[in-house]
């Protein structure tokens, strides 16, 4: 079983920008498609964004379109979200998890992940 640990988060400022991290225990990560879910406070976890296996497509979700960027490192097993721009919003915790196909086919694969998460990373928008 795959265990992903998620990095990177902290405080930002509005219109900022922060890099998240996302490392998987066992390179058969590498054949899947990787999500980012987030989190706020009182709200249901809400997927943002998705990549498929190969890098060869991805999908985000209207909220973070053209500020949110998904990408990966098979060769180190790494999964990644740029994050510009950043909304005043409620804090957020952020999550990677796998997805059951190696696609990322738009919104419909983002309710077909594994049910296995890790910690989260925080993130924190504040002046």
């Known amino acids: 079983q795959v265990q992903l640990v998620e990095s990177g988060g902290g405080l930002v400022q509005p219109g900022g920008s922060l890099r998240l991290s996302c490392s998987a225990s066992l390179g058969t990560f590498n054949h899947y498609a990787i999500a980012w879910f987030r989190q706020a406070p009182g709200k249901e976890r809400e997927g943002i964004s998705c990549?498929?296996?190969?890098?060869?497509?991805?999908f985000y979700v209207d909220s973070v379109k053209g500020r949110f960027t998904i990408s990966r490192d098979n060769a180190k097993i790494m999964v990644y979200l740029q994050m510009t721009d950043h909304k005043p919003e409620a804090p957020a915790v952020y999550y990677c998890?796998?997805?059951?196909?190696?696609?990322?086919?738009?919104?419909?694969?983002?309710?077909?992940?594994?049910?296995?998460w890790g910690q989260g990373t925080q993130v924190t928008v504040s002046p």
């Open positions: 990549i498929s296996s190969n890098d060869d497509s991805t």
């Open positions: 998890v796998t997805l059951t196909d190696f696609r990322c086919k738009g919104a419909g694969s983002l309710a077909q992940y594994l049910d296995v």
